[in-house]
């Protein structure tokens, strides 16, 4: 078996597949976000199902390094502008799923009853 790649290298590497299929060129973001909604749609679809996703993942990341430089950006910039949004954002997530911020009512209502 090979040595896993980076993701910069993996980056790298789709921004050359990129490249040599005029992708960039010939799309916009908006087609790309279609593209990566209809990726989305496998994940979902293969979660529900409980099967491998390791490429829906894939394929999503590869729409979102076109969707970055179409949109004149990097992935490693939006991932980090992206952590820097949410580094010192607190809360909870329920056990239903909702992730309640800090800033909540509703949050500061499950402090006060012990509830966090």
């Known amino acids: 078996m090979s040595k896993l790649k980076t993701i910069d290298e993996l980056t790298k590497n789709i921004d050359t597949w990129h490249d040599d ?5 010939n799309s916009s973001p908006s087609t790309q ?6 990726e989305l749609g496998e994940l979902a679809d293969n979660i529900a199902k409980g099967k491998d996703v390791k490429d829906d993942i894939g394929d999503i990341y590869v729409c979102l390094c076109s969707i970055a430089r179409l949109s004149g950006t990097t992935m490693q910039e ?33 402090e006060k009853e012990g509830k966090l």
């Open 21 to 25: 299929r005029k992708i960039v060129p």
């Open 33 to 38: 976000c279609l593209k990566a909604m209809s």
């Open 78 to 110: 939006s991932i980090s502008h992206a952590y820097e949004d949410i580094r010192l954002r607190k809360g909870v997530l329920l056990e239903n799923g909702n992730f309640v911020k800090s800033t909540d009512p509703l949050y500061v209502q499950m």
